[in-house]
């Protein structure tokens, strides 16, 4: 186990809420990284935080927010559902520059 | 043009046989290169990195070309439990954000 953890493990939501998804990262790492997986597709990246700072970002809308708190966990906030946003979504946790080890995912389903 | 481009396969192998993925990234300044693992509904993980003097571990082994944009993984004596999904990343910057290929599916039968 790669002591990432991300909660909750399933989510089920209606299209135009709100979602705060969480993780924990693995002790001592300052970065973490989130990406979207949907159905038969690779992981992709979202946005990465390190030491509480956005550090790079991907092509997602201003609707996918984050956060990163002093001790190094953090949140994926995704404003105003859509159908789409329906995939695993992972974060990782790493020092910069190296291995980036993934948490077990939380799987959303936007009905 | 998707930045990492791999055969989503499937490929179905018996027990035993040698299989080989390709897959090619088109950012030539990238600086990394990894082969993930994922089994099905499970986070990804680190199979193994790449380097262009090519790396062995164990069954597998990894080869890059820089000048072609290609990566390969071989797998050598195929067990039942290497079935799983098997993903071409690239770093293009390092501890930066990695570029994951769409995956390649690997099915290993009896």
């Known amino acids: 186990e790669t002591g990432v953890t991300q909660s909750p493990t399933h989510l089920i939501k209606t299209r135009g809420q709100q979602v705060t998804l969480r993780c924990s990262s693995q002790s001592g790492h300052n970065t973490v990284s989130w990406y979207q997986q949907a159905l038969g597709q690779g992981p992709q990246f979202i946005f990465q935080?390190?030491?509480?700072?956005?550090?790079g970002r991907g092509n997602f809308p201003p609707r996918f927010s984050g956060l990163q708190f002093p001790n190094y966990s953090s949140e994926l906030n995704v404003n105003a559902l859509e159908l789409d946003d329906s995939a695993l979504y992972l974060c990782?946790?790493?020092?910069?520059?190296?291995?980036?080890?993934f948490g077990p995912g939380t799987r959303l389903t936007v009905t | 043009r998707k930045e990492v481009e791999q055969d989503p396969g499937p490929f179905n192998v018996p027990e035993g046989a040698t299989v080989a993925f390709n897959c090619t990234y088109s950012n030539s300044a990238s600086q990394s290169f990894f082969w993930y693992r994922q089994d099905c509904r499970k986070e990804p993980k680190l199979l193994m990195s790449v380097y262009s003097s090519g790396n062995e571990d164990g069954r597998f082994t990894a080869q890059l070309n820089r000048a072609s944009q290609y990566i390969s993984l071989l797998i050598r004596d195929s067990k039942l439990s290497d079935s799983a999904t098997y993903l071409c990343v690239v770093n293009p910057n390092s501890g930066y954000a990695l570029n994951f290929g769409k995956g390649t599916s690997l099915l290993v039968t009896p």
């Open positions: 935080y390190y030491r509480e700072e956005e550090n």
């Open positions: 990782a946790s790493s020092f910069p520059g190296y291995e980036q080890y």
